[in-house]
């Protein structure tokens, strides 16, 4: 409505948190726990992520196969890219 906030804050530039996740993850080439996760985020496309919502979200493209992997309790990596360096 006018003159209300909005309920949702950008993030600029267009980029999804899961896409910013993915590059995250592709620059640092091993897993990584949520929590470096956010650091990473923060320092690299100054873009804060909620832990909560991030570890519900990549659980769920866990569950569904999709574009992450669970290596450890909330440690996540590209869901190919264990492939792409095994013999």
Do not use: C, W
Request: glycine content about 4%.
């Amino acid at each position: 409505k006018e003159g209300e906030e909005p309920k949702f804050r950008s993030r600029g530039k267009g980029k999804s948190q899961m896409s910013i996740i993915y590059d995250v993850l592709l620059i640092a080439q091993k897993p990584l726990h949520v929590t470096e996760i956010i650091t990473r985020a923060k320092k690299d496309f100054n873009v804060d992520l909620d832990r909560d919502s991030i570890v519900s979200a990549l659980s769920k493209k866990v569950k569904s196969g999709r574009m992450f992997k669970r290596v450890e309790a909330n440690t996540f990596t590209i869901l190919n890219h264990e492939k792409e360096h095994s013999p």
